[in-house]
């Protein structure tokens, strides 16, 4: 057996979105609201997702919420453990930790976190990580406290505490699994914890501390939602992406467009599914990202893209804007053939390219023009297709 076999599991991450969100005042769980273009849990399941140094993900809801939150989260719920949280933040980790622990392969380390701390950078869960790897038990990142903090007692009013002491706490927190299992397994304190660290800390494990990072900041009361949903349209720099591709139509082949079989008389050839319309849009993504072309993730050279659909190409650079921490605001695709009609199946691509990109239809366009017989798609010799992509990623939340 070769020796990756016997490997312990990439550590797992818990996601936790079981509260309510009572001190927002807002009637929608603060995890459930949009924030730049998706739902505020749906962001820190995209970092931690597209972390390569993470392995499973456990997304812990509200009981009850369990199917309406995962198709809420469309093909992000794919790979996704969904399960049910409790009536404390405890208890929804005690839930996230026994979905883990029911696994086959046990991982060595866990990481917490809230989701309602939605802009998670890569480099905190490096460092998170890195601390792990080094042996830390018991991983905290945190950021020093800048203001003058004083006491509010009636006697001590005012009085100034000393601040270089301290530091404020976040998330995500990074554990020996077995610890922290064994410390909310045997949890019998009367007080509730606000994080798990304090809990390994009563049992004796001493905290290892990281930075942490101000974007992490914790959406808690009414105007959060709001500053937040600011601050991240303010970072963020729209961006524009063309793509082009040309493929031969043949008899005796499928003819896919914008991920829909469309009945003709010809397909299209190509190493993979030869879906024209994907591939200008992919490449338009890609532009916009300044992320090479297709050819250069799927090299047709390579066997496994044969016959390949290509909506895993559009995933793949739908993955790539999330973990960029970007948003898609716009999709134009033209198809450019004499024949079949485009305009009949336009609503299906539509449809499609929505389920595929997790967009609202409204944000697509697929759009179709013959070139009056002349050049080679007027002579029926290939179908062509351009695409636009206008999308908008934060100015430096990928460091
Ligand atoms: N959380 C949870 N299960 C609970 C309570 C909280 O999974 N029973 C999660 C929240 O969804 C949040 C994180 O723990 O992501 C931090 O908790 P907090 O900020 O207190 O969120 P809420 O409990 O939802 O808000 P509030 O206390 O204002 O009701
Ligand atoms: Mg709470």
């Given at each position: 057996?070769?020796?990756?076999?016997?490997?312990?599991?990439?550590?797992?991450?818990?996601?936790?979105?079981?509260?309510?969100?009572?001190?927002?005042?807002?009637?929608?769980?603060?995890?459930?609201?949009?924030?730049?273009?998706?739902?505020?849990?749906?962001?820190?399941?995209?970092?931690?997702?597209?972390?390569?140094?993470?392995?499973?993900?456990?997304?812990?809801?509200?009981?009850?919420?369990?199917?309406?939150?995962?198709?809420?989260?469309?093909?992000?719920?794919?790979?996704?453990?969904?399960?049910?949280?409790?009536?404390?933040?405890?208890?929804?980790?005690?839930?996230?930790?026994?979905?883990?622990?029911?696994?086959?392969?046990?991982?060595?380390?866990?990481?917490?976190?809230?989701?309602?701390?939605?802009?998670?950078?890569?480099?905190?869960?490096?460092?998170?990580?890195?601390?792990?790897?080094?042996?830390?038990?018991?991983?905290?990142?945190?950021?020093?406290?800048?203001?003058?903090?004083?006491?509010?007692?009636?006697?001590?009013?005012?009085?100034?505490?000393?601040?270089?002491?301290?530091?404020?706490?976040?998330?995500?927190?990074?554990?020996?699994?077995?610890?922290?299992?064994?410390?909310?397994?045997?949890?019998?304190?009367?007080?509730?914890?606000?994080?798990?660290?304090?809990?390994?800390?009563?049992?004796?494990?001493?905290?290892?501390?990281?930075?942490?990072?101000?974007?992490?900041?914790?959406?808690?009361?009414?105007?959060?939602?709001?500053?937040?949903?600011?601050?991240?349209?303010?970072?963020?720099?729209?961006?524009?992406?063309?793509?082009?591709?040309?493929?031969?139509?043949?008899?005796?082949?499928?003819?896919?467009?914008?991920?829909?079989?469309?009945?003709?008389?010809?397909?299209?050839?190509?190493?993979?599914?030869?879906?024209?319309?994907?591939?200008?849009?992919?490449?338009?993504?890609?532009?916009?990202?300044?992320?090479?072309?297709?050819?250069?993730?799927?090299?047709?050279?390579?066997?496994?893209?044969?016959?390949?659909?290509?909506?895993?190409?559009?995933?793949?650079?739908?993955?790539?804007?999330?973990?960029?921490?970007?948003?898609?605001?716009?999709?134009?695709?033209?198809?450019?053939c004499e024949a079949p009609k485009i305009g009949p199946h336009r609503d299906a691509m539509r449809a499609r390219l929505a389920a595929i990109m997790n967009l609202p239809e409204m944000k697509i366009s697929v759009k179709a023009t013959t070139t009056?017989?002349?050049?080679?798609?007027?002579?029926?010799?290939?179908?062509?297709?351009?695409?636009?992509?206008?999308?908008?990623?934060?100015?430096?939340?990928?460091?």
């Amino acid at each position: 057996m070769p020796d990756h076999a016997h490997a312990a599991p990439l550590p797992a991450a818990i996601v936790l979105a079981a509260g309510a969100g009572l001190r927002t005042g807002h009637e929608t769980p603060k995890q459930c609201r949009s924030l730049g273009g998706k739902l505020v849990l749906a962001h820190a399941l995209d970092a931690l997702g597209t972390h390569p140094g993470i392995g499973a993900v456990v997304l812990v809801v509200p009981p009850g919420q369990e199917a309406d939150i995962r198709n809420a989260l469309g093909d992000r719920a794919q790979g996704l453990h969904i399960v049910a949280g409790g009536s404390s933040r405890r208890l929804s980790v005690l839930a996230g930790l026994e979905a883990i622990a029911a696994s086959q392969t046990l991982p060595e380390h866990v990481l917490v976190h809230d989701s309602a701390r939605p802009l998670l950078p890569h480099a905190v869960i490096d460092r998170v990580l890195e601390a792990l790897t080094g042996g830390a038990a018991c991983t905290i990142p945190v950021l020093p406290v800048v203001d003058t903090l004083v006491a509010t007692g009636r006697a001590n009013a005012g009085q100034v505490v000393d601040r270089s002491a301290l530091a404020r706490v976040q998330t995500p927190q990074g554990f020996a699994f077995a610890a922290l299992l064994s410390a909310h397994r045997g949890w019998s304190e009367p007080d509730e914890p606000t994080d798990d660290a304090q809990m390994l800390r009563r049992q004796g494990v001493d905290a290892f501390l990281v930075e942490g990072d101000s974007r992490l900041e914790k959406i808690t009361r009414a105007g959060d939602h709001e500053r937040m949903e600011r601050m991240l349209s303010a970072g963020m720099v729209a961006k524009v992406g063309l793509g082009f591709d040309v493929h031969r139509l043949v008899e005796g082949s499928a003819l896919w467009l914008c991920g829909v079989r469309v009945p003709h008389t010809h397909g299209l050839s190509g190493h993979s599914d030869a879906d024209v319309a994907i591939h200008a849009l992919v490449d338009a993504m890609l532009g916009a990202l300044a992320e090479g072309d297709i050819g250069s993730h799927f090299p047709p050279s390579d066997p496994q893209w044969k016959g390949a659909p290509s909506e895993r190409f559009l995933t793949f650079a739908c993955e790539r804007v999330s973990a960029r921490g970007g948003v898609v605001d716009h999709v134009d695709v033209t198809i450019i053939c004499e024949a079949p009609k485009i305009g009949p199946h336009r609503d299906a691509m539509r449809a499609r390219l929505a389920a595929i990109m997790n967009l609202p239809e409204m944000k697509i366009s697929v759009k179709a023009t013959t070139t009056e017989r002349l050049g080679l798609t007027g002579r029926g010799e290939g179908i062509a297709a351009q695409a636009a992509v206008t999308l908008r990623v934060p100015n430096g939340l990928d460091g």
